[in-house]
């Protein structure tokens, strides 16, 4: 575990982190073991108190396949020193949910400069603000992604449809969306993708990659992967809570 000044400085950055109810802290040693959490990443595993938590690693407090997901990203960070910025990913919550997330991780360093673990957090996406001054110039683009995620979709286009250039659309998308528009191609691609195979059982996955827009069924299985911690078909034999699903931003994206 860290030493005691780590730990004494972690106390009053996690009592800050107590306060967002809709992001995850968390703090891990070299060995990914908890170090700090707040209450909102407890809450996310279906514990009662943040002590269950700590001196724990994900494999104890998360479903394996996710579990392994979260592993190899804090191998990266602690091993390579990378650093994850903004990582789209589904979470499969206990309460038998699912919801979309933006994680970030960092490597902790010591005085020396030595990788003494991570810090992270992850941030829950709630339906976006309709008010925002700037959301009707993106929000066509966002309901085409959403309704045309099958499609080869040419992004540059859409925006020269809208009159704007791709790189404002997509500073336009951080401030309403947090994310990229190429993220949200990807969320869309895959929540049709779960749609179908809940729908679907006996389809093959190849067909369910096409038809959701992907010309590569591997390329389909690793991204699938990346972002929810399960093949496709380890999502459809079960090994995942029972969906309840809708998009928060699927929910949100309309033009009146």
Sequence with gaps: MMDRPWNVELDAIEKLFDALTEVAFFVKDRDGRYVAVNNTLARRCGLRNKSDILGKTVMDVHPRPLA???????????????????HLE????PNRRRG???THKT???????????????????G??????PVYRQVARIAERIRENFHQQLNLNELAREEGLSLARVERLFQKVFHYSPRQLLLQSRLEGALALIEAHPGRSIADIARECGYTDHSAFS?????????????????SRPPPVAFSPVACAVHVA
């Design 107 to 125: 490597p902790l360093r010591n005085e020396q400069g030595e990788i003494v673990g991570l810090v992270g957090t992850s941030q829950d996406l």
């Design 127 to 132: 339906l976006v603000d309709e008010q925002h």
């Design 100 to 102: 979309w997330c933006l």
């Design 90 to 93: 589904l979470h499969l919550y």
């Design 68 to 86: 392994a997901a979260y592993e190899e990203q804090d191998r990266q960070v602690i091993q390579a020193g990378a650093t994850i910025h903004k």
């Design 222 to 238: 690793r991204q699938f992967k990346a972002m929810t911690g399960y093949t496709p078909s380890q999502f459809r034999n079960g």
